[in-house]
DNA sequence: TACAATTTGTGCGTATGTATA
DNA sequence: ATATACATACGCACAAATTGT
């Protein structure tokens, strides 16, 4: 066995090794979609065995970074419009099927980051954020409000696009602003509709609505995104499975 | 490699190694707690070779099914109360901070099963049900009611049990029905307070509540319990991260 | 305290099967 | 058909953790 002993951190081979993939995926050296250097490749250039790279491939692949195709190779996970949908999209209609909602932008502008922003989204004083509103709709009833907060700073220019944001953002933050959402940590409650969410949800103020609120997290658990959703449950649940 | 073509359904070893011993596990033929055989003994007795054994289990592991500790062995895993505490249990305060709610138990009553009890539960025409309530409380304040659903045919007695039931059940079921609990799913809503849950909860009727209505599961993909937990939101929150 | 036995964790190497281009 | 890549399966050696002597 080689000794790589790194001081007072000792790491075992592959998990230097998968931070050694990692890095080179969060600095943009291999970008979503690439294909990685076969194992035996990846062996050499680290200098350890092709087993190891494998069991650090395996582990990357049960984080959602990697994809690995049989007689193909490795490739940098992608955010495909339909992966980016139903990967943090838990919305399930009484059946069980998955909702697949219509859009519609209301709003978008930039604006001073209140407190609470700046200190969820790690921004110094005075940065800016993004705020982008957007109606959801299930046959063309609006079932579900979306508020979604942006630090400008990683987001630069998206409030000046003329056209709507495309429907489902991580794809377009993907290929659009190099951010890459790897996970998700939603807080979940009741709230009493307002006068303006009864109005746009076309329900009376008061009306119990599922509030999710969202952080959404990139390489190294540095949190890009704040969302807000409010729901008009009934017809539609959230579905969370834990094992 | 040794030929184990099984007919028309083939699988690696290594996927049959993980069904013999889960079958085992949950014939009861392994309890939890039980100390496995090691890796070269169980790899005797399949009569394949430890690196498939090892494979085996580690996806064992990862399933939540046993647990490994070097220079001991390999057990079943067991629904100890802490685990059986925060596995499935996602309320969180605003902090982000677990919620370890005291227990109340204020019914518990046999009866028959309705409609969508039973479709819900798997179980036949005119089967029974034994129906459990209970207040979740912190700081002597009422926060959560929990309304708990099992089919009698697996958890016989437990309606003329004498004590109140402990506050963490899985572990319960396990200990005394041999009930094994793998995986959970959980629907999300927002509803309105009614009569009986605003007196309870301490809330006005018509305030929104957050509901969980919870199926859990058992080997085979088995149904063995329902729970409908109704939550005063609002200093809780349902904590869901998604990778 | 020291030592030995046992068990899992890590790492290496090799051969063969299967899917893909 | 060939070459390449990952998937499966086998074997071995040593490290690290635990337990009992």
């Excluded at 491939?57 to 992608?78: K, N, S």
């Excluded at 003329?162 to 979940?188: A, H, I, K, M, N």
């Excluded at 009306?207 to 729901?231: H, K, Q, T």
């Amino acid at each position: 066995m080689s000794d790589v002993e790194v001081g007072l951190s000792f790491q075992p081979l592959y998990r230097q090794a998968i931070e050694l993939i990692v890095r080179r995926i969060a600095l943009g050296e291999w970008r979503p979609g690439t294909l990685l250097p076969s194992e035996p490749r990846l062996a050499e250039q680290l200098g350890v065995s092709v087993g190891t790279i494998r069991k650090a491939l395996q582990q990357l692949v049960l984080d959602g970074l990697v994809e690995r195709r049989q007689g193909v190779g490795t490739f940098v996970a992608t955010a495909t419009r339909e992966r980016s949908l139903f990967r943090f999209f838990k919305l399930v209609e009484d059946s069980g099927k998955r909702v697949m909602p219509g859009c519609e932008e209301i709003a978008r502008e930039s604006g001073p980051a209140s407190a609470a922003e700046r200190e969820r989204l790690g921004l110094a004083a005075r940065e800016r954020v993004v705020r982008i509103r957007r109606l959801r709709t299930v046959d063309s009833q609006v079932m579900m409000i979306d508020d979604v907060v942006l630090p400008r700073s990683r987001f630069a220019g998206i409030e000046s696009l003329e056209e709507p944001l495309p429907p489902t953002l991580y794809d377009f933050y993907e290929q659009r602003f190099g951010v890459t959402v790897l996970r998700v940590e939603e807080r979940l409650g009741a709230i009493a509709a307002g006068e303006d969410d009864g109005k746009l949800l076309g329900v009376v103020p008061g009306a119990a609505l599922l509030e999710i609120a969202r952080v959404a997290f990139s390489f190294e658990d540095e949190p890009v995104e704040l969302r807000s959703s409010r729901i008009q449950t009934g017809r539609y649940f959230y579905l969370s499975e834990l094992s």
